[in-house]
């Protein structure tokens, strides 16, 4: 493995995320790290109505089930 930040191949195993995909550790500048990460990009419509919502002063929780977007 090679650490994207610093392109040191001095990395080891670190554990796991919670689709059980490794994950990395950089030796050299500290960084954690998983292969292939794959970024769910959530559009800008759907954050407007994430606003909406939150004036609307609905709970996080129940935003976060409607929009199926996890409540960090």
Known sequence: ME???C???HTTK???I??????YVCKDC?????ENPQNKRI???????VDKLLLEKIPIAGISR???ISEP
Do not use: A
């Not at 919670?18 to 994950?23: F, L, S, Y």
């Not at 559009?43 to 109505?49: F, G, I, K, N």
């Open 3 to 5: 650490c994207p930040t």
């Open 43 to 49: 559009p800008q419509q759907l954050w407007d109505r």
């Open 14 to 16: 670190n554990g796991s």
């Open 7 to 9: 392109n040191s191949k």
């Open 18 to 23: 919670h689709n059980r995909k490794q994950k």
């Open 66 to 68: 409607v929009t199926e």
């Open 30 to 34: 500290g960084r954690q790290f998983i």
